[in-house]
T-cell receptor
Framework: GIQVEQSPPDLILQEGANSTLRCNFS?????LQWFHQNPWGQLINLFY???GTKQNGRLSATTVATERYSLLYISSSQTTDSGVYFC?????????????FGKGTLLTVNP | DTGVSQDPRHKITKRGQNVTFRCDPI?????LYWYRQTLGQGPEFLTY????????KSRLLSDRFSAERPKGSFSTLEIQRTEQGDSAMYLC????????????FGPGTRLTVT
């Protein structure tokens, strides 16, 4: 099945810093989503971005489908940005729309 | 528009007991998914429904697991004869059956088997 690798696994920032999280995937995809998992375990949708670039406030994402990677940018980070960020993809070779997740990036933003 | 809801949020059970979890998807969504997440890992796919039809089950779903979605609305996930290895967060998600297939997740049910 499709493989999803996220980097870095851990990231520690000072408040106000910028960061880039990367997601590499091994096959073509129909769907790519970025999530933020809060301390209570809730997965919060950040972006649905199988291709192209989107922005939402301090967050933006770019997916280059032909090169099989996606980037999540966080600017002017805040302590509330802390948590685990997941990339998840739906392989275009599949038929059941399931998402395959990476292992996540644990982001810690210190005041 | 209410989101995906799950009940209970937490469940502690003794090994060997049966447990059942419920998921209510977003009302107009006819695709429903169950995932399982263990500590330090990303969620892993368990099973998928389109309306009331269960269309795929992962190899992670042993014979002790069963899922239903009667009438294509809410879904239940039952685990029989629980084992300590079943301890995990069980997540439900739903999506539309047309257009953008973005999945939305519920808050999860955290299962602890003692």
């Amino acid at each position: 099945g499709i493989q999803v690798e996220q980097s870095p696994p851990d990231l520690i920032l000072q408040e106000g810093a910028n960061s880039t999280l990367r997601c590499n995937f091994s096959d073509s995809v129909n769907n790519l989503q970025w999530f933020h998992q809060n301390p209570w375990g809730q997965l919060i949708n950040l972006f649905y971005i199988p291709s192209g670039t989107k922005q939402n406030g301090r967050l933006s994402a770019t997916t280059v489908a032909t090169e099989r990677y996606s980037l999540l940018y966080i600017s002017s980070s805040q302590t509330t940005d802390s948590g685990v960020y997941f990339c998840a993809v739906e392989s275009s070779g599949g038929s059941n729309y399931k998402l395959t997740f990476g292992k996540g990036t644990l982001l810690t933003v210190n005041p | 528009d209410t989101g995906v809801s799950q009940d209970p949020r937490h469940k502690i059970t003794k090994r060997g007991q049966n447990v059942t979890f419920r998921c209510d998807p977003i009302s107009e969504h006819n695709r429903l998914y169950w995932y399982r997440q263990t500590l330090g890992q990303g969620p892993e796919f368990l099973t998928y429904f389109q309306n009331e039809a269960q269309l795929e089950k992962s190899r992670l779903l042993s014979d002790r697991f069963s899922a239903e979605r009667p009438k294509g609305s809410f879904s239940t996930l039952e685990i029989q004869r629980t084992e300590q290895g079943d301890s995990a967060m069980y997540l439900c998600a739903s999506s539309l059956n047309r257009g953008v297939g973005e999945q939305y997740f519920g808050p999860g049910t955290r299962l602890t088997v003692t």
